[in-house]
């Protein structure tokens, strides 16, 4: 399934990755915590609103749950508990990488292809997970939702990422899971793929993206078939 026009031979000089739900399959831990956090505090998390939070940055979280709970809401305590929930689970189970993701690294890496994480998560929470799964290859770069002003789907923290490369725009392709990723790396003038998690994308969504494709072991196959690398 592709959405965005015919099969084309495309300059690629980076890949930036978003983590939860992409990479990593933390998105349904992550409601399940939020879930679990709001409801200790007599709050109900609705399946819509969970969905709404996904790829959002934690003051974008805050303004949602504010807005559509209560206005004094107290998050802090709500996001604390939440790190909580999601920390006792992946000290005991781990981190699960997603299909594909660890022969997609490899390709990359082996191509000179340059990666960066750019996730809205907190730095910290990014970090500790990034270390947890222990993934043989590495990235070039880290970008977090706490280091940029505004969160996805503005594209702040995918042309900070392409900066600290000292990669152009358009010679970057952006994986995403989220549709707020995905409206975040066409505004950037990236070239957006998306894989789906949870939430399938809309139409308006889907217009948007160079591919939809239903894990990162097409991503590969895509880039192998229509990427002409060109290393930074």
């Known amino acids: 399934m592709?959405?965005?026009?015919?099969?084309?031979?495309?300059?690629?000089?980076?890949?930036?990755?978003?983590?939860?739900?992409?990479?990593?399959?933390?998105?349904?831990?992550?409601?399940?915590?939020?879930r679990q956090a709001l409801a200790e505090r007599g709050y109900t998390l609705t399946d819509e609103l969970g969905l709404e939070m996904l790829g959002r940055t934690t003051e974008?979280?805050?303004l949602i749950l504010r807005q559509a709970l209560a206005a004094d809401l107290p998050f802090e305590a709500l996001?604390?508990?939440?790190?909580?929930?999601?920390?006792?689970?992946?000290?005991?189970d781990g981190v699960s990488a997603k299909p594909g993701l660890v022969e997609l690294l490899a390709w990359l890496s082996g191509r000179h292809v340059?990666?960066?994480?750019?996730?809205?998560?907190?730095?910290?929470?990014?970090?500790a997970k990034l270390a947890?799964?222990?993934?043989?290859?590495?990235?070039?770069?880290?970008?977090?939702?706490?280091?940029?002003?505004?969160?996805?789907?503005?594209?702040?923290?995918?042309?900070?990422?392409a900066r600290q490369l000292g990669v152009a725009a358009p010679a970057c392709v952006v994986l995403e899971d989220s549709e707020a990723g995905i409206q975040a790396a066409y505004a950037a003038g990236m070239r957006p793929?998306?894989?789906?998690?949870?939430?399938?994308?809309?139409?308006?969504?889907?217009?948007?993206?160079?591919?939809?494709?239903?894990?990162?072991?097409?991503?590969?196959v895509m880039l192998e078939e229509e990427a002409e690398v060109t290393p930074r």
């Open 79 to 92: 996001f604390q508990r939440k790190k909580e929930i999601v920390g006792e689970h992946v000290a005991q």
């Open 193 to 220: 793929v998306m894989v789906p998690d949870l939430k399938p994308p809309s139409p308006q969504t889907a217009r948007l993206a160079f591919r939809v494709l239903p894990s990162l072991r097409e991503v590969k």
């Open 2 to 34: 592709s959405g965005g026009g015919q099969p084309m031979t495309f300059s690629l000089s980076a890949v930036l990755f978003d983590m939860d739900g992409l990479m990593f399959d933390t998105e349904p831990l992550a409601l399940v915590a939020w």
């Open 60 to 62: 974008d979280t805050r």
């Open 114 to 127: 340059a990666t960066a994480v750019a996730s809205s998560a907190r730095r910290d929470d990014v970090s």
């Open 132 to 161: 947890r799964a222990a993934l043989p290859h590495g990235f070039d770069a880290l970008i977090t939702g706490d280091q940029v002003q505004n969160g996805k789907p503005a594209p702040d923290i995918f042309l900070a990422a």
